[in-house]
């Protein structure tokens, strides 16, 4: 996707990227080589396309959400889960879309009510 619409970014001299990679390429999980090494890979695309974008007002940033999804409910109590609801991603990401935004090459980890990077 990114490689298709950067053309048209650079075209138009404006562009923003936003990825979801995971903890896991930030940190690591156990028995998790394999995802650890796609999503830290993820990391260093957006570390190269920030640098390359920088110039035509393009910025890419990368989130990795702690959210209670399906995917976390075993992993984690309940109080825990109930602290992080995936509503609090969306205005993370909407505003890594906005002309307002001017962060780029960034690392987010949305987590509750609060954002850390």
Known sequence: M???????????GHGRVVVATSTS????????????AAEGGLI???NTLATEGRKYDILANAIAPMAATRMTED???????????PAHVAPVVGYLL????????????????????
């Not at 990114?2 to 138009?12: G, K, T, V």
């Not at 992993?75 to 609801?85: F, Q, R």
Request: charged share 15%; proline share 9%; net charge negative.
């Open 98 to 117: 906005t002309d307002e935004c001017t962060e780029t090459g960034s690392m987010l980890v949305p987590a509750a009510a609060r954002c850390t990077g």
């Open 2 to 12: 990114i490689h298709a619409a950067w053309p048209h970014f650079r075209e138009q």
């Open 25 to 36: 390429g930030i940190y690591g999980n156990f028995g998790q080589a394999n995802d650890g």
């Open 75 to 85: 992993i984690a109590p309940p109080e825990v889960l109930a602290a992080l609801p």
């Open 44 to 46: 260093g695309l957006i």
